[in-house]
Nanobody, 123 residues
Framework: QVQLVESGGGLVQAGGSLRLSCAAS????????MGWYRQGPGKQRELVAH???????EYADSAKGRFTISRDNAKNTVYLQMNSLKPEDTAVYYC?????????????????WGQGTQVTVSS
């Protein structure tokens, strides 16, 4: 399968910045879409930002103007630059990737999630 590993979470004061990274590994042939989701305390998981293999991106209204998603296709890595953080951004952030990989004699599609990284914004 394809594994995703996030990093870059932590504790930051309101108004601060964090940069999350998510690296995919495995016998990857192609990654199509990559995205960041988050799940706050007592809330459902929600989309934060999404980026296609061609670089087209979209954001949740809460992230527009403050967060920037980017990716390095050569490294199979997606990033989330988060600026002007607010206490309501506190959540576990998960990355997601979809594409194809090569487990053996033929290719297969995959949709994988990372284990999550905690982001805590203090007021």
């Amino acid at each position: 399968q394809v594994q995703l590993v996030e990093s870059g979470g932590g504790l930051v004061q309101a108004g601060g910045s964090l940069r999350l990274s998510c690296a995919a590994s495995g016998r990857i042939l192609r990654i199509n879409d990559m995205g960041w989701y988050r799940q706050g305390p007592g809330k459902q998981r929600e989309l934060v930002a999404h980026i296609t293999s061609g670089g087209s991106d979209e954001y949740a209204d809460s992230a527009k103007g403050r967060f920037t998603i980017s990716r390095d296709n050569a490294k199979n890595t997606v990033y989330l630059q988060m600026n002007s953080l607010k206490p309501e951004d506190t959540a576990v952030y998960y990355c997601n990737a979809e594409g194809t990989y090569y487990p053996g004699s033929y290719s297969r599609s995959f949709a994988s999630w990372g284990q999550g990284t905690q982001v805590t914004v203090s007021s």
